[in-house]
């Protein structure tokens, strides 16, 4: 059965039966519907966080093939609830760019899902819309300040950068003219549209852990010099409050069910090649409150997600996991070791043994910042057991336990042994969270720690774009912020073609970004897409729904 006909086959639970299981009363759920609700923030209790065991859920870099992230994640956390441990399992929430494009949702897959799968996938609790509208809010105070005869600042048009986002993949909006018409439609200026998942303000919403916090995040957005190179923040336009108004609701986490009936909580869904790629603090920390385990995933490969994760999050949260699961699939493997997507249901040791390398590099990475780390395979039907064995032996090699999933097939079943293992180094870890780089380093210098430290490059090069963005970083006074490298998710290395573990590379850094409210600059690599368009057959020709409103096609 595919995914969608899977979970028509689950009787969902009221979600205040979910409510109940991680002891939160009826009254305190905000109801959208029988099986979503809306947790308020009060839930969330610092002292209550002591002790619990938060599990980063990463992976070797992403292929075709598909790795799982978000299956194993659900899927452990299922294990987890299983053999006796109380947890929530912590994502995400799906675009819907992706979900009508090529790649499908994000809830899990088999019998290792998060549901009402239908209502996460598409518009769930309006989060999505929330964050576009106070984005755009901002786009047309911007356009109006600078059409305004009694009250403009003198804003540069030249110098926004800010541009408007819709959650959908629509290619013609990337670049557009805006103000045509006259003088009375505004002032023509280039600009465009980016996905909502890309903006700002989705990075901003999943690192605020109040209102006041994001109000404030908010207001520190840098939107251009004036003619007169002052430089202009949103809160110059008083664009923060009404801002924050419209994330009233959406700042708050979503607690829906997995199909055995265990707690999942989620909230915001940043881009891990442009931002910080992982769900709100608000929602990890809520989720920490309530259960003993949390389990989470930080997006794409650990050279990305994962490493945003423990350098931004981890570090402005003062979070610190207990453990990291890298997942990793037989066939994802042999696509690094050299074979061609359409074959990877082959048996072929020579490939595998070869793209065993990214194995390895991300193995390394996961010890760097001293986090106990484990290896989850997740078992697919074409593995055959010599496959599995080889990678079994690596990983004893290298020194790190591994397990095989088999989540897709069996849900929490299937996770059980992998749930035994992961509980058990969790409760032994005495490590203490070592990040990579010290925020008050310089910006070149931490630049240079992860690119040579993570993803392996040689050195280091800038272009003059680039050059001048750091010394216009120095004068606004942000060298403090960490850096969340924008970076192709197919490879270690800034150039998507090089598979495996490239060597003797140079990341060329092209421009850096400034990301004032969310916290951090963006030091941009290679071509990075932030509105993605549709293929040649995009997903959406497959979505129906039926005279009873039941939806198919959906994957």
């Known amino acids: 059965m595919t995914d969608i006909e899977i979970a028509n086959t689950i009787k969902l639970k009221p979600i205040t039966e979910i409510a109940k299981k991680i002891g939160i009363a009826p009254d305190e759920l905000e109801l959208y519907g029988k099986y979503k609700a809306k947790l308020p923030l009060h839930l969330i209790q610092p002292e209550k966080i002591r002790g619990k065991h938060l599990i980063l859920v990463s992976a070797i870099s992403p292929t075709p093939a598909g790795e799982g992230k978000t299956t194993i994640s659900i899927g452990l956390?299922?294990?987890?609830?299983?053999?006796?441990?109380?947890?929530?399992?912590?994502?995400?929430?799906?675009?819907?760019?992706?979900?009508?494009?090529?790649?499908?949702?994000?809830?899990?897959?088999?019998?290792?899902?998060?549901?009402?799968?239908?209502?996460?996938?598409?518009?769930f609790t309006g989060d999505f819309n929330a964050i576009e509208k106070a984005h755009n809010l901002l786009a047309a105070l911007i356009d109006n300040n600078v059409q305004s005869k009694?009250?403009?600042?003198?804003?540069?048009?030249?110098?926004?950068?800010?541009?408007?986002?819709?959650?959908?993949?629509?290619?013609?909006?990337?670049?557009?003219?805006?103000?045509?018409?006259?003088?009375?439609?505004?002032?023509?200026?280039?600009?465009?549209?980016?996905?909502?998942?890309?903006?700002?303000?989705?990075?901003?919403?999943?690192?605020?852990?109040?209102?006041?916090?994001?109000?404030?995040?908010?207001?520190?957005?840098?939107?251009?010099?004036?003619?007169?190179?002052?430089?202009?923040?949103?809160?110059?336009?008083?664009?923060?409050?009404a801002m924050a108004a419209l994330l009233k609701e959406a700042i708050k986490p979503n607690l829906v069910q997995t199909i055995e009936g265990n707690p999942a909580i989620i909230h915001g869904g940043p881009f891990a090649n442009i931002a910080q790629?992982?769900?709100?603090?608000?929602?990890?920390?809520?989720?920490?409150?309530?259960?003993?385990?949390?389990?989470?995933?930080?997006?794409?490969?650990?050279?990305?997600?994962?490493?945003?994760?423990?350098?931004?999050?981890?570090?402005?949260?003062?979070?610190?996991?207990?453990?990291?699961?890298?997942?990793?699939?037989?066939?994802?493997?042999?696509?690094?070791?050299?074979?061609?997507?359409?074959?990877?249901?082959?048996?072929?040791?020579?490939?595998?043994?070869?793209?065993?390398?990214?194995?390895?590099?991300?193995?390394?990475?996961?010890?760097?910042?001293?986090?106990?780390?484990?290896?989850?395979?997740?078992?697919?039907?074409?593995?055959?057991?010599?496959?599995?064995?080889?990678?079994?032996?690596?990983?004893?090699?290298?020194?790190v336990p591994m397990e095989v999933a088999d989540v897709w097939a069996k849900g929490g079943e299937g996770a059980e042994t992998l749930a035994r293992l992961t509980a058990k180094i969790a409760e032994q870890c005495e490590c203490k969270l070592r990040p990579l780089y010290d925020w008050n380093w310089a910006i070149e210098q931490k630049i240079e720690t992860i690119a040579k430290e993570i993803y392996g490059a040689?050195?280091?090069?800038?272009?003059?774009?680039?050059?001048?963005?750091?010394?216009?970083?120095?004068?606004?006074?942000?060298?403090?912020?960490?850096?969340?490298?924008?970076?192709?998710?197919?490879?270690?290395?800034?150039?998507?073609?090089?598979?495996?573990r490239p060597k003797d590379f140079i990341v060329t850094v092209r421009q850096i970004e400034i990301a004032a409210g969310a916290g951090f600059v963006i030091p941009i690599t290679g071509e990075i897409m932030r509105m993605p368009g549709l293929p040649d057959k995009p997903a959406a020709e497959n979505i129906d729904i039926d005279e009873n409103g039941r939806i198919s096609g959906l994957f």
């Open 77 to 123: 956390s299922e294990g987890l609830n299983r053999i006796g441990k109380k947890t929530t399992v912590v994502l995400r929430e799906p675009s819907l760019g992706p979900v009508f494009g090529i790649k499908g949702g994000a809830t899990g897959g088999g019998y290792s899902q998060v549901l009402p799968m239908e209502d996460i996938n598409l518009h």
């Open 150 to 241: 009694t009250s403009s600042l003198g804003l540069d048009p030249r110098t926004v950068t800010w541009k408007r986002v819709m959650d959908m993949n629509d290619r013609s909006l990337r670049h557009i003219i805006v103000g045509l018409g006259g003088t009375t439609s505004g002032v023509p200026r280039e600009t465009g549209f980016d996905i909502t998942a890309a903006s700002e303000i989705m990075a901003i919403l999943c690192l605020a852990e109040s209102f006041t916090d994001l109000k404030e995040r908010l207001g520190n957005i840098f939107i251009g010099y004036t003619y007169d190179k002052q430089p202009l923040y949103a809160r110059d336009l008083k664009a923060n409050g």
């Open 277 to 399: 790629g992982t769900n709100s603090v608000l929602a990890t920390k809520m989720g920490l409150s309530l259960s003993d385990f949390v389990v989470t995933e930080a997006g794409f490969g650990f050279d990305l997600g994962a490493e945003k994760f423990f350098d931004i999050k981890c570090v402005k949260a003062g979070l610190n996991p207990s453990a990291v699961v890298l997942v990793a699939t037989v066939r994802a493997l042999k696509y690094h070791g050299g074979v061609k997507q359409e074959n990877l249901k082959e048996k072929d040791t020579a490939a595998l043994r070869k793209g065993m390398e990214n194995l390895e590099k991300h193995i390394e990475n996961m010890k760097k910042f001293n986090i106990c780390p484990i290896v989850a395979l997740n078992k697919f039907v074409s593995d055959t057991e010599e496959e599995i064995q080889i990678i079994a032996e690596k990983c004893k090699e290298l020194g």
């Open 458 to 500: 040689a050195a280091i090069d800038y272009t003059a774009q680039a050059k001048t963005d750091l010394k216009r970083i120095k004068n606004l006074g942000l060298e403090h912020l960490p850096v969340c490298m924008a970076k192709t998710q197919k490879s270690l290395s800034d150039n998507p073609k090089l598979l495996g």
